[in-house]
């Protein structure tokens, strides 16, 4: 990370190659625009690779005719404090996106509340001392922090490198320091989100029984790998994660977002093409990934997410939230409720549509 707050993800494109791709395949209309929609997953930064991505960006994205009513911002070491003790060092991210949040708030910039719960970074391996950096976070979040994610996808492989926002040892929530630290999450009623790779499941399997108590959230369907060693094995892994899952699934503290798949590191690939897919390719290439974790988790554990800008690598906003609606045009109003804003309210304590 430089001193802007360089995500790394070196296999992105920046905006102005992916505006200029985008606008190959014309925007479709939303599919169901009325149907309320928090969008639970999505980030803020201004980095040296990828450009600026704040509010506007945001903004110009959710226009297309979907009814995004909410957002939640998920931490991506964005604005972090220059100076300072270094563990106090991401409450400057909180700081930044309140702003935003409560210049939202203001009803200038639309109808649409972003930002309106805010996920932000602890290092949790300092241990117990990590109390007062949580504390300082919600401080910080004005009534709006609601946890925090420590990334741990890891993976040996160099093909695999370029993909990872953090370097962590293997087995990082196995870890009795960091174990410590995640103690303090549900003290102050604070949940945790968990991004790894799907090797990494059986570790996120094993911290849901070790910690009941706490919320978990598990990102982008638990961050299937499809390229370098993975690629041309998606049918044996997609059995093995499908156990993973539904293994992960029995612990009722856990919730999952479904999302991501739009990422390179999924490997389906779609970013090599010279026109972005529509939302049915989007939709047949996602659907065991999507079914699964709903027949899994069940509708009232399940929240679609967009992941933006990291998906927007593979479609348009607008072409995404079209995947995920033809993908539950058979759902009953309950479970469309559940999955596209019930989840989300009631997992990060925000306004319900």
């Known amino acids: 990370m430089t001193a802007k707050g360089e995500y790394r993800g070196l296999a992105y494109r920046n905006n102005a190659d992916l ?28 980095t040296e690779h990828r450009g600026k991505y704040f509010l506007p960006e ?7 005719g ?20 270094v563990e106090m060092r991401p409450v400057g991210e ?18 649409c509340r972003v930002a309106e719960a805010i996920i932000g970074h602890a290092d949790l391996t300092i241990g117990a001392r990590v109390r007062g950096v949580l504390e300082a976070l919600i401080a910080a979040g004005n009534g709006r922090f609601r946890g925090i994610r420590y990334g ?21 929530l196995a870890d009795a320091t960091f174990r410590q630290g995640f103690a303090e999450l549900a003290k102050l009623g604070l949940s945790f989100e968990s991004w790894q790779y799907h090797p990494q499941l059986p570790d996120a399997v094993d911290l849901a029984r070790a910690f009941p108590d706490t919320t978990i959230i598990l990102n982008h369907v638990g961050g299937v790998l499809g390229v370098g060693p993975y690629a041309g094995k998606r049918q044996e892994i997609l059995a093995s994660w499908r156990r993973d899952i ?13 999302g991501g798949l739009g990422m390179p590191s999924f490997g389906f690939g779609f970013e090599h093409q010279d026109a972005p897919p529509s939302s049915v390719e989007l939709a047949e290439a996602w659907r065991p990934y999507v079914e699964h974790c709903i027949e899994a988790f069940g509708p009232e554990r399940c929240m679609f997410e967009s992941n933006f800008p990291p998906d927007k690598q593979s479609c348009g906003y607008t072409e995404l939230w079209n995947a995920f609606k033809r993908l539950t045009s058979g759902a009953s109003a309950a479970e469309k409720k559940a999955l596209y804003s019930g989840t989300a309210a009631r997992v990060y304590r925000i306004t319900a549509p």
């Open 246 to 258: 539904s293994e992960l699934a029995k612990s009722p503290n856990v919730n999952v977002k479904l």
């Open 19 to 46: 505006a200029a791709w985008l606008a190959k395949r014309p925007s479709e209309a939303a599919l169901e625009p009325e149907l309320p929609i928090i969008d639970p997953h999505h980030h803020f930064w201004d």
């Open 58 to 64: 945001l903004l110009a994205d959710i226009s297309g």
């Open 94 to 111: 909180v700081e930044f996106v309140n702003g935003i949040a409560a210049m939202s708030a203001s009803g200038q910039y639309g109808a």
């Open 66 to 85: 979907h009814n995004i009513v909410s957002t939640v911002f998920l931490e991506c070491q964005a604005m972090y404090r220059a100076g300072g003790p």
């Open 152 to 172: 741990v996808s890891h993976d040996p492989n160099e093909a695999i490198g370029k993909f990872v926002s953090r370097f962590v040892p293997p087995h990082q």
